[in-house]
């Protein structure tokens, strides 16, 4: 199983509401990873969990709140966002306890709408 | 910090031979990676470096050099469909046991009869 299992797929919200955005891996990986990519851009990092601990956050605004419930699962939560945040919403994992036999795999992402 | 260049287009003909380069300035060093991502979908790995030399795997090598902090992706028999974004990255050791995986802004490489 090399694979990284996003949902929902699409998801639509207005500015009021709560969502969460799910992320699942079986490969045995330790790091975590949430990407936010706009159009036509790469992209970029927003949070980074190692060993079910944050260790990295790029500045990301409080309305994006992430959580690691064990080591297979990644959640991102949702709440009072702004038409901006529309994007495309990508997970990835990577072993990182051995660098030398890294590949960091991506799921499919969320296509996040705010209206 | 970390410091990704690469070329924003190419363009190359059906049946050729395309390098993509990237070069990067990083500290922590761990390896680098080259995805393809087509427009409206999730990057897709490609290869990884983290030792100097060559890498083949089939139609697409990947080559590194760590003293020179460059790397490029060689792509060979081209075919209209390997028309995508070409993405380096780099992997970075952060400390603690923490790695950090950092994209350059891609390259739009479009392949023409």
């Known amino acids: 199983d090399t694979e990284v299992t996003q949902t929902p797929k699409h998801l639509v919200m207005g500015m009021t509401n709560k969502k969460s955005l799910k992320c699942e891996q079986h490969m045995g990986h330790r790091a975590m990873y949430w990407y936010k990519q706009k159009a036509k851009k790469p992209p970029e990092l927003m949070f980074v969990?190692?060993?079910?601990?944050?260790?990295i956050n790029e500045s990301v605004p409080s309305r994006f709140s992430p959580e690691c419930p064990n080591s297979s699962l990644l959640n991102l939560h949702l709440h009072a966002l702004q038409p901006e945040d529309s994007a495309l919403y990508l997970c990835a994992s990577s072993q990182a306890s051995n660098p030398s036999n890294t590949e960091a795999f991506f799921g499919q992402g969320t296509r996040l709408t705010v209206v | 910090g970390q410091n990704i260049d690469q070329p924003t287009e190419m363009t190359a003909t059906e049946g050729a031979i395309v390098q993509i380069n990237c070069t990067y300035q990083t500290s922590g060093f761990n390896g680098l990676f080259w995805y393809q991502q087509h427009a409206g979908e999730a990057p897709t790995f490609l290869s990884y470096n983290v030792l100097d030399g060559l890498e083949e795997k089939g139609r697409f090598s990947s080559f590194l050099s760590r003293s020179k902090g460059y790397s490029y992706l060689l792509l060979k028999e081209l075919q209209m469909k390997d028309s995508a974004s070409y993405l380096c990255?780099?992997?970075?050791?952060?400390?603690?046991?923490?790695?950090?995986?950092?994209f350059g802004k891609g390259t739009k490489l479009s392949v023409i009869p």
């Open positions: 990255a780099v992997l970075a050791y952060s400390g603690a046991g923490s790695y950090q995986l950092t």
């Open positions: 969990y190692s060993y079910e601990k944050l260790s």
